[in-house]
């Protein structure tokens, strides 16, 4: 039992302290931290539609152990502002929908976007693992009132369970340089 005890500490530590190229999916907060802005910019993509006439933007995935995001953003033809969004992909296990309700900076509510919700798979009936992606729209003021703190947003559960997302203040500096 305590070879057992022993190897999982082992194993949850250097969980902890993994190094920041072996982070799954996207950039992770030690990767961010050594970028300039200019590096982050450069990691955006910007397509044009000429069907619908719509220049899209896409961050890349700002990835940590408790949450992944980006910021995307899309400008039709003739419009002078961006639509800016944060994108949260929520993916977590148990028996029920959490069903993500509403998202605050602490001095107003955000609107906010159900994009989807599916069940990625289930084990035997007794819990599954969910996926619940918000959009959090963010006006183009609202990212440049936040571009030297960066952004602090919580995002609340019909249960009452909350998380809250930090978005370091070099991506949204980077995100908006790309988009304006």
Not at 17 to 29: A, E, K, R, S
Not at 83 to 91: A, D, G, T, W, Y
């Amino acid at each position: 039992m305590k070879n057992l005890i022993l190897i999982a500490s082992i194993l949850l530590s250097s969980c902890a302290n993994m190094p920041d190229f072996l982070m799954p999916n996207g950039y992770t907060v030690g990767t961010y931290k050594r970028m300039s802005v200019e590096q982050i910019s450069s990691k955006i993509k910007t397509e044009y539609d000429s069907w619908d006439k719509i220049t899209r933007y896409t961050a890349p995935k700002f990835d940590t152990w408790s949450a992944k995001y980006f910021m995307r953003g899309w400008k039709t033809d003739g419009q002078k502002l961006v639509k800016h969004q944060l994108v949260i992909p929520f993916s977590y296990g148990g028996r029920q929908w959490r069903f993500y309700k509403y998202a605050d900076d602490s001095k107003r509510k955000l609107n906010m976007t159900i994009i989807s919700r599916e069940v990625e798979h289930c084990a035997g009936g007794s819990s599954c693992v969910y996926l619940e992606t918000l959009g959090i729209d963010l006006t183009t003021k609202y990212l440049q009132s936040h571009k030297d703190t960066g952004l602090e947003i919580k995002v609340t559960a019909k249960g009452g369970y909350d998380k809250i997302i930090k978005v370091p203040a070099k991506y949204v500096q980077a995100y908006l340089s790309k988009v304006n």
